[in-house]
């Protein structure tokens, strides 16, 4: 299981840096992760981006060490689960 750095760095007192993403290209998803951010919220709620594209958004996330946390597009529970079941 790969450790929340994020959450680590929060419960040691230290400032954690992080930013909204609303499109789906994950190559820019890496390059905030080379410029350093703790974590990434990417917006499936308010962006473009369908639960697809945040399962491979995480996935670069955590290539490049940063957190991400999903915002669902809408609040039923068959959304909330498809984006549950991707970890």
Excluded at 18 to 31: I, K, M, N, Y
Excluded at 55 to 74: F, N, Y
């Amino acid at each position: 299981m790969t450790t929340n750095t994020t959450k680590q760095k929060l419960n040691n007192g230290e400032t954690v840096y992080g930013a909204f993403f609303r499109t789906p290209d994950t190559s820019l998803v890496e390059l905030q992760g080379y410029l350093g951010w703790d974590f990434l919220v990417l917006d499936g709620e308010h962006g473009t981006l369908q639960p697809r594209d945040i399962e491979d958004q995480c996935r670069a996330c955590e290539l490049r060490g940063m957190t991400p946390i999903a915002r669902a597009t809408t609040n039923e529970q068959s959304i909330i689960l498809r984006f549950m079941d991707t970890g």
